[in-house]
């Protein structure tokens, strides 16, 4: 399975998920640091990748419609591991 990984996972996260056994790519290894949430969702959807992003707007299923897209994974628990995470090593 291909992957992309948001600006907002860093290089540690893909290399996670390449080690599990997946084509992964950033967003930011690809040109699209600071894009706007639909030229990158379009270009997950162009690639045909899964995407993984802490970004909580990926998760609202009347702009992302199950089944309409590769798949998409965004949790409020993802965000505040990555958050506690930062805060903890002294990284804001």
């Known amino acids: 399975m291909k992957v992309k990984l948001d600006e907002n996972l860093g ?33 997950v959807c162009d690639t045909g990748r899964f995407f993984i992003t802490l970004d909580l707007d990926f998760s609202d299923v009347r702009r ?3 089944g309409t897209h590769p798949g998409s994974c965004s949790s409020e628990r993802m965000a505040k591991a990555e958050k506690q995470s930062r805060v903890c090593s002294g990284v804001f």
Do not use: C, I, M, N
């Not at 950033?26 to 949430?37: N, P």
């Open 64 to 66: 992302f419609v199950p």
């Open 11 to 43: 290089q540690a996260h893909a290399e996670l998920v390449r080690a599990a056994g997946y084509v992964a790519a950033r967003v930011t290894e690809q040109g699209l640091s600071r894009a706007k949430d639909p030229a990158v969702w379009q270009h």
